[in-house]
């Protein structure tokens, strides 16, 4: 087994991408390469859960140390290992998303940003993230061969304060068309695991349910809206919904069915409790994933992008 442990511990440099490639070296299954779709880079807009060091990135020119900190966060990443998105682009066969991932951790789907209280050092929202690409294209259009990803929402209910979908969801609708705009075509957009079920909310029924009730609303309005953007896109624009939700849910009921003997601890708290890198827990912290979740997320996703191939080869 691939020691993580000493990895994450290591003196890594941040802007050297070695460890990184050695763990999706690593973690590639042999049956997801090959070419599931004929696309030619991937966009990433989001939260910490895609983030792969623009938050480090930031933090570290405003106060001089990036966060999160490595050890015992992997280098830039908000878990032990490279994160879903990563591992996506390695399935399909694609250039690293290092240029053109714009999530942040702390983003919500509108301006604010809740990592830092009162976000002192600019840290965007998703809004700010779709108004930097686009102004990046400087009016040429979005490439239309690339795969838009927009998964952002849980920080609204979580520290933005939002008891209620329809600014959350109208802040994504106004995103994605913002992206079909642009000249997208192949947009997924991923909805918003049980916030109740996260260990950060574990210990008061009552909260766990309202979050688990926020999400539900969540979900289905934004699956409501998602139809109705690709009603009013064309027949040239593909808007596909990541089913998160569904997947995690589907996992937690038989876990050891998809590697995991533990979906309730973080593995962050148990580190001192083992040598090296137990590689069947669920949760890295209290939020996030750990690097082996983010890969059976990534799985789960080129899934969904098996048809594409059909749809631009």
Known sequence: MLDTFRLINADLNPDADVSTDILLDY?????????YCELSQIYVFGDSLSDIGNTFDLMQQALGEGLPPAPPYFARRFSNGPVWVEYLARFLKLPSSRHTNF?????????LNTFIPNNPHNLPGLQQQIEKFTASLQGAPADSNALYIVWVGANDYFGGGSTDPTVPIANLSNAIQSLVNAGAKQLMVVNLPDLGDLPSSQGNPE????????????????????????????SDVQIMLFDVNGMMNQLFL????SGFTNIADTELEKLSQFQ????????????????????????????????????VS
């Not at 038989?254 to 069915?257: C, I, M, Q, T, V």
């Open 103 to 111: 999530a942040a951790g702390g983003a919500t789907t509108g301006s």
């Open 276 to 311: 090296g890198y137990a590689d069947t827990f669920f949760f890295w912290d209290r939020i996030h994933p750990t690097t082996t979740a983010h890969l059976t997320l990534a799985k789960t996703a080129v899934a969904l992008l098996t048809p594409v191939a059909t749809a």
């Open 27 to 35: 973690f590639q299954p042999s049956e997801l390469q090959q070419q």
């Open 254 to 257: 038989d876990p050891a069915k």
């Open 207 to 234: 909260v766990s349910n309202g979050l688990n009730a926020l999400t539900h609303a969540h979900n289905t309005a934004l699956a409501t809206s998602i139809q109705a953007l690709q009603h009013t896109a064309g």
